[in-house]
């Protein structure tokens, strides 16, 4: 099963980091006892029904990280969610704040205390209350596993067939748990933007193509309906959204049309991604966003698409958050407007959701530095709930990151945060990459630990700027995760249009 690491893997309970939002919380994430009500009239109480996890066709999650149960008639006070495996069954009853009559939260248990659930491996959900006992829905459980950013060591991989800066990048899961595929878009190659489509294998390894293929395949047929820069990418597919299973699509989001202009576009575009072959579709045209962006962020998590931030039509930062369904066949629903905005606008920020929590780190507050050019950002970090396409209260994590980052790129694996590359405070390549973890605990508002700087071989030494960069789907053969950095511009300072153009390809090659 096909593992998306960088939104569901963790080695810690993430239930008191919800509770900090004030938006939900899940007490009673263990333990056992189902609810009941009584029934005064004759009316019959209906049966539940589970409709899906996580709006997901084929749910996946490691123990203790909560599922999103929706469905219909689990009333409103809470009954209990029953996880099964074999003759191992663990009853769960969620706290009142994360039970509804049409979804229930829960964190999937690690056993019953004495016997731990086998990962991989599949449980069986149900929920009872005092109407009986639900459908049951199959949940995949994948491994958490440990690693440790400080024992990274760097290559490089097969390079982009030129230069490019502003582009962007997503990783596509294959057909099996050892294929994946690449797919860039778009970027300012130094003298225009350019509506480029590459695609390429990934391997296990991190390294970048075949022995068939040698080179990054651009994408003939399938190029951005317009030139692009500064946009945004997300990938959806049967584990993370309601799409058909093997069904792979990508996203790009707003951006920059012309390297002139000021104001970003409203353009949404989707493509599909053949799960076998890598092959990219044309792009259809859907629902704009509700303002045009450019520098703004935008991830997948439980079948809703969010995008946070970026540069207005005037070339000024937003605190705009939205959020879409992902639709069965790769489309989205409507766009809607968050109530709970990000507390101070910024853009060429980063963002990605773990466990129910949406994190947005960093980014620019500026709004006079042109795209292409080098400025800083701040250290702030902001965290909330996101649950079923709604943003709770956003908070700022009471630690912040060590360097004033912006236009960097990030990576999120088993629990693990790294920030990366950017333009920050300090000389080149003193700040390159930093880290954090998931906090189970949470105390303090501190939803992230503190950060701890990575030097030497830790670092890439890519040293650029608005480049490309995610975590592979693909675990290597010393099970650990492989990240990538693609192309950007070399950093020079902290001001000014920064140095040379680069198509190089970095990867992780140790631990």
């Known amino acids: 099963m096909m593992q998306h690491i960088w939104q569901q893997k963790?080695?810690?309970?993430?239930?008191?980091?919800?509770?900090?939002?004030?938006?939900?919380?899940?007490?009673g994430c263990g333990g056992g006892g189902g609810g009941s009500s009584s029934n005064t009239t004759t009316t019959t109480t209906p049966t539940p029904q589970i409709q899906n996890v996580n709006s997901s066709t084929t749910p996946t999650s490691p123990v203790s990280l909560p599922i999103e149960i929706n469905g219909s008639g689990f009333q409103s006070a809470p009954g209990k969610v029953t996880f099964t495996q074999g003759n191992l069954s663990v009853d769960v009853t969620p706290a009142a704040s994360v039970w509804s009559d049409t979804g229930v939260v829960a964190a999937v248990p690690t056993g019953n205390g004495t016997t731990n659930f086998t990962t991989p491996g599949t449980v069986n959900v149900t929920v009872t209350t005092s109407g009986g006992?639900?459908?049951?829905?199959?949940?995949?459980?994948?491994?958490?596993?440990?690693?440790?950013?400080?024992?990274?060591?760097?290559?490089?991989?097969?390079?982009?067939?030129?230069?490019?800066?502003?582009?962007?990048?997503?990783?596509?899961?294959?057909?099996?748990?050892?294929?994946?595929?690449?797919?860039?878009?778009?970027?300012?190659?130094?003298?225009?933007?350019?509506?480029t489509v590459w695609s390429d294998n990934l391997?296990?390894?991190?390294?970048?193509?075949?022995?068939?293929?040698?080179?990054?395949?651009?994408?003939?047929?399938?190029?951005?309906?317009?030139?692009?820069?500064?946009?945004?990418?997300?990938?959806?597919?049967?584990?993370?959204?309601?799409?058909?299973?093997?069904?792979?699509?990508?996203?790009?989001?707003?951006?920059?049309?012309?390297?002139?202009?000021?104001?970003?576009s409203t353009a949404v575009y989707v493509a599909?991604?053949?799960?076998?072959?890598?092959?990219?579709?044309?792009?259809?045209?859907?629902?704009?966003?509700?303002?045009?962006?450019?520098?703004?962020?935008?991830?997948?998590?439980?079948?809703?698409?969010?995008?946070?931030?970026?540069?207005?039509t005037n070339g000024v930062p937003v605190t705009a958050v939205y959020s879409a369904a992902v639709n069965t066949d790769g489309t989205l629903g409507a766009w809607t407007t968050a109530g709970n905005t990000l507390?101070?606008?910024?853009?060429f920020g980063k963002m990605f959701v773990f466990g129910g929590i949406i994190y947005y780190i960093d980014g620019d507050t500026n709004s006079s530095i042109p795209p292409?050019?080098?400025?800083?950002g701040d250290t702030k970090v902001y965290y909330a709930s996101a649950i079923r396409g709604v943003v709770g209260t956003w908070t700022e994590n009471g630690?912040?990151?060590?360097?004033?980052?912006?236009?960097?790129?990030?990576?999120?694996?088993?629990?693990?945060?790294?920030?990366?590359e950017g333009v920050y405070q300090g000389s080149v390549g003193s700040g390159e990459m930093e880290t954090s973890t998931i906090n189970a605990n949470n105390t303090g508002n501190l939803a992230l630990n503190s950060w701890t700087g990575l030097t030497g071989t830790q670092d890439a030494g890519a040293n650029v700027y608005n480049a490309a960069g995610f975590t592979s789907p693909l675990v290597s053969i010393t099970n650990a995760p492989r990240f990538l950095i693609i192309g950007g511009q070399a950093l020079t300072g902290t001001t000014g249009t920064g140095g040379a153009l680069s198509s190089a390809v970095y990867y992780n090659n140790l631990p």
């Open 10 to 27: 963790s080695l810690m309970t993430i239930c008191s980091v919800a509770l900090a939002t004030g938006t939900w919380a899940l007490a």
């Open 133 to 195: 006992t639900s459908n049951a829905v199959a949940v995949n459980l994948v491994p958490t596993l440990t690693f440790n950013p400080s024992a990274m060591g760097w290559q490089k991989t097969t390079p982009l067939p030129r230069p490019m800066t502003g582009l962007r990048a997503a990783a596509v899961p294959g057909s099996t748990s050892t294929s994946a595929f690449a797919v860039v878009t778009g970027g300012f190659d130094g003298t225009a933007n350019t509506n």
């Open 203 to 264: 391997n296990q390894d991190g390294t970048v193509g075949s022995l068939t293929n040698t080179a990054w395949s651009l994408i003939t047929t399938a190029v951005l309906p317009t030139t692009l820069a500064h946009h945004a990418m997300a990938e959806a597919d049967d584990t993370n959204s309601l799409v058909a299973a093997g069904k792979r699509y990508v996203y790009v989001l707003g951006g920059q049309v012309n390297a002139t202009d000021t104001a970003g």
């Open 272 to 312: 599909s991604v053949d799960s076998v072959a890598g092959t990219v579709s044309t792009w259809t045209t859907l629902a704009a966003l509700p303002q045009p962006l450019m520098g703004l962020a935008a991830t997948v998590h439980n079948g809703y698409l969010y995008v946070a931030g970026g540069l207005n």
């Open 343 to 347: 507390p101070t606008a910024r853009a």
């Open 372 to 376: 292409n050019d080098q400025g800083v």
């Open 399 to 420: 630690n912040s990151t060590i360097h004033d980052r912006a236009k960097g790129v990030l990576f999120a694996a088993y629990g693990q945060v790294i920030s990366a």
